[in-house]
């Protein structure tokens, strides 16, 4: 069933309120397209209110630049307690475990993918053109997952840390997203090129990828197995 923006960042603002104390985790699909700014940009609500208005706008607790949510897009939070293995080391290292998994998964699907070890990120990046600073899935980071061909985001990472736990958060793009969408919507119509060119979707990479609805049950059946064992 699909849920909405709004309710995954309630789910994941409420998470690190206590000791975390086991893994838990949250998969979200969505029906309509949505904006979700990292904390960083709150002055450019009022911007998205006069350039689109039709789409829902809001601001997530963590930093990082603008998402677009969407019919395209099938996202995991997982919650870990600090000392479980995959964030007990350095903060680059948390993403290891997760971006693997999602390899894995993909591999099972049909879609090859790889995710990037640090030492590649900035060659990596660079293959691709200029960043586009203020999009999340327009610059690579750590353990990211991309096609093995183009190099392209297939699947961003992010996380939040704080003293009673760890959140770690996962955009998969199962079709091609509205990025013309959210570059008009942000004011930045030259950038929609670069979005496209930076980013590829598992329909893009296997034409008869499973629904969205399908890929979140074959994601929270993978979490369940690896996050919780």
Not at 1 to 6: H, R, V
Not at 134 to 149: K, M, N, P, Q
Not at 161 to 166: D, E, F
Request: net charge neutral; proline share 7%; aromatic share 6%.
């Amino acid at each position: 069933m699909s849920t909405t923006a709004e309710q995954e960042q309630a789910w994941n603002a409420a998470q690190l309120s206590e000791p975390v104390t086991a893994p838990r985790f949250a998969i979200w699909t969505y029906a309509q397209p949505a904006i979700v700014l990292g904390c960083s940009q709150r002055e450019r609500l009022t911007e998205l209110a006069t350039q689109a208005p039709q789409v829902p706008a809001l601001v997530r607790a963590s930093g990082g630049g603008a998402v677009l949510t969407g019919p395209w897009m099938v996202s995991g939070s997982v919650v870990l307690p600090l000392d479980h293995p995959w964030v007990a080391g350095r903060i680059n290292d948390s993403y290891q475990g997760l971006g693997q998994m999602f390899v894995r998964l993909l591999a099972g699907l049909g879609v090859v993918a790889r995710a990037l070890p640090p030492a590649e990120v900035a060659e990596a990046d660079a293959r691709l053109g200029p960043p586009v600073r203020w999009a999340c899935y327009g610059s690579l980071a750590s353990w990211e997952v991309v096609d093995t061909v183009g190099g392209r985001k297939l699947v961003g990472l992010a996380q939040r840390r704080q003293r009673t736990g760890v959140l770690l958060v996962t955009g998969t793009l199962v079709t091609p997203p509205d990025w013309a969408l959210l570059c008009a919507a942000l004011g930045q119509p030259k950038d929609e090129a670069a979005m496209r060119a930076r980013t590829v979707s598992c329909a893009d990479l296997k034409p008869d990828f499973i629904s969205a609805e399908a890929y979140a049950s074959r994601l929270s059946e993978a979490l369940r197995k690896e996050v919780q064992r």
